[in-house]
């Protein structure tokens, strides 16, 4: 499964964990269980939650068989201090 997802897809970015989860078997219970989050977590993710602890979706991710990467944006740039 690929899928790339920009900043602002939170819709994309549910729908994968939902999908793979589904694709899988899994309850969103199983998978907290399985991830070591809440059942509520799961829920909040897949329901495009904006502030999710990085953590967290790591493990729900790694639980699935999913990755996340980091590529630098096209308008990116650092703010001086």
Request: aromatic share 2%.
């Given at each position: 499964m690929n899928?790339?997802?920009?900043?602002?897809?939170r819709a994309g970015r549910a729908g994968v964990i939902r999908l793979r989860r589904t694709t899988l078997g899994l309850r969103q219970g199983d998978l907290a269980d399985l991830a070591g989050?809440?059942?509520?977590?799961?829920?909040?993710?897949?329901?495009?939650?904006?502030?999710?602890?990085?953590?967290?979706?790591?493990?729900?991710?790694t639980t699935l068989g999913l990755h996340?990467?980091?590529h630098p944006g096209s308008g990116a740039s650092l703010k001086k201090i």
């Open positions: 899928a790339v997802l920009g900043t602002e897809d989050v809440s059942e509520r977590f799961i829920h909040a993710m897949e329901n495009g939650k904006t502030t999710v602890r990085l953590d967290k979706v790591i493990a729900v991710i996340l990467e980091l």
